[in-house]
């Protein structure tokens, strides 16, 4: 059944009245000239109300005679500011965030700056009792998508069965050189060495088997723009397999050749794709490639 939209609106929220029980996206989804992502952003940013109390999860269940109130302006994070971190999505388990480049994905080492603290006083400004537990990671100098677990068990879902529940993850980078190929697949064993350097075996040297798939987006003679899709996470995967093929990201100080066109690591992981370890709900999340890649392929 259809709530009542015969609502009054009181400065900048829709009031509306509910006529059936039902979790609160789902009777959202139904019952708002919305979309799915609009709904999700305006709930997790602390825009809709229930008899008069906010409310922010997504299951909490509606019951005949209370009383929605939806924001009509947009309020999502309005205790987070960060440069280095964009909120892309939240609910109780786990957030999805942007990161900038230059800021590691956790601690190492005493006041280096982090994700995870970031995301902790963020936790803590916005009186949640939680704190962020790291399930991947991305070097300090990539940017794009990442997700944090909200709790113990949820991080424990992730990462234990990681490779189960993400679908799609894929990355852009700016290479040195005009790659030959539109497309292709670079299979080898990734390995450290002591000075923890990843070096690349044709044959299994003890390390792990890495799959990087790719296809390119866009040349100059100088740089091609690339995605690249993991089929595995290997630590500096991409890194190393660009490098493999003779086009090493630019800007990489640790594989490169020296060229730095934008005086950055040119990598940006703008895709990623996982089913919610306690929904079961797909979650699809894409970042714009950066300004500064497209500029170097113009059209």
């Not at 708002?32 to 922010?56: D, F, H, M, Y």
């Not at 509606?62 to 500011?81: D, E, H, I, Y």
């Not at 002591?194 to 790719?214: C, E, M, Q, R």
Request: glycine content about 6%; charged content about 25%; aromatic content about 10%.
């Amino acid at each position: 059944m259809r709530v009542n939209t015969g609502f009054n609106r009181e400065g900048d929220y829709q009031h509306l009245v509910v006529n059936e029980e039902a979790p609160l996206l789902e009777w959202l989804l139904r019952n708002l000239s919305e979309s799915r992502t609009k709904v999700k952003a305006t709930l997790q940013g602390r825009g809709i109300r229930v008899n008069g109390k906010t409310v922010t999860q997504f299951d909490f269940v509606l019951k005949p005679g209370m009383k929605v109130a939806v924001s009509k302006t947009k309020r999502n994070q309005q205790s987070f500011k960060s440069r280095y971190v964009k909120i892309v999505y939240e609910d109780r388990w786990l957030i999805v965030v942007e990161k900038m480049p230059g800021i590691l994905s956790m601690a190492a080492g005493h006041s280096s700056l982090n994700v995870k603290s970031v995301l902790d006083d963020y936790f803590k400004k916005s009186r949640q009792k939680c704190t962020a537990h790291v399930v991947h990671r991305l070097d300090r100098d990539t940017s794009g998508l990442m997700v944090y677990a909200k709790d113990i068990d949820t991080e424990q879902a992730l990462e234990h069965n990681w490779h189960q529940l993400v679908y799609d993850r894929r990355y852009v980078a700016v290479v040195s050189g005009e790659m030959e190929h539109d497309e292709g697949t670079i299979q080898n064993w990734l390995k450290d060495n002591k000075a923890y350097v990843t070096y690349s075996s044709p044959v299994d040297n003890g390390g792990k088997l890495a799959i990087t798939h790719f296809h390119v987006l866009s040349r100059t003679t100088e740089h091609s723009l690339v995605e690249f899709k993991l089929e595995t996470g290997r630590k500096n995967q991409i890194r190393v397999h660009a490098a493999d093929m003779g086009h090493p990201v630019c800007g990489d100080t640790k594989y490169g050749n020296g060229d730095d066109p934008l005086h950055r690591l040119c990598l940006h992981a703008w895709l990623l794709c996982f089913t919610h370890p306690v929904t079961n709900e797909p979650m699809e999340f894409e970042t714009p490639f950066p300004t500064s890649f497209r500029q170097l392929f113009p059209r």
